[in-house]
Nanobody
Framework: QVQLVESGGGSVQVGGSLRLSCMISGFTTCLGWFRQIPGKEREAVASIDNENSTMYEPSVKGRFSISRDSAKSTLYLQMRGLKPEDTATYYC?????????????????WGQGTQVTVSS
């Protein structure tokens, strides 16, 4: 059974930085970060596979960085140059079966979410 627990959200001003963390228990083959604004569909932000190949949603490429520390069983999302439109609830996600890993992968396990608010 995979369990995911996010932390690190908060409020920051435009241009600021935050690092989200997601503690992972269980075997995973693909990890990702998503975000959701109330009333809108959940959006994939970044993904990373077991070979550390990454993919990014175009609006965050160059500003966000996904990484993993296998020794700490933790997934990270480093966010820099934050904009008001980055305000959302951020979720980490995982799959534990083999298959395509990327922004359009089917993720089966989800964390509870952490709020990120960017104000001007």
């Amino acid at each position: 059974q995979v369990q995911l627990v996010e932390s690190g959200g908060g409020s920051v001003q435009v241009g600021g930085s935050l690092r989200l963390s997601c503690m992972i228990s269980g075997f995973t083959t693909c990890l990702g970060w998503f975000r959701q604004i109330p009333g809108k569909e959940r959006e994939a932000v970044a993904s990373i596979d077991n070979e550390n190949s990454t993919m990014y949603e175009p609006s965050v490429k160059g500003r966000f960085s996904i990484s993993r520390d296998s020794a700490k069983s933790t997934l990270y999302l480093q966010m820099r140059g934050l904009k008001p439109e980055d305000t959302a609830t951020y979720y980490c996600a995982a799959r534990n079966n083999w298959g395509f890993c990327g922004l359009r992968a089917v993720f089966l396990h989800w964390g509870q979410g952490t709020q990120v608010t960017v104000s001007s």
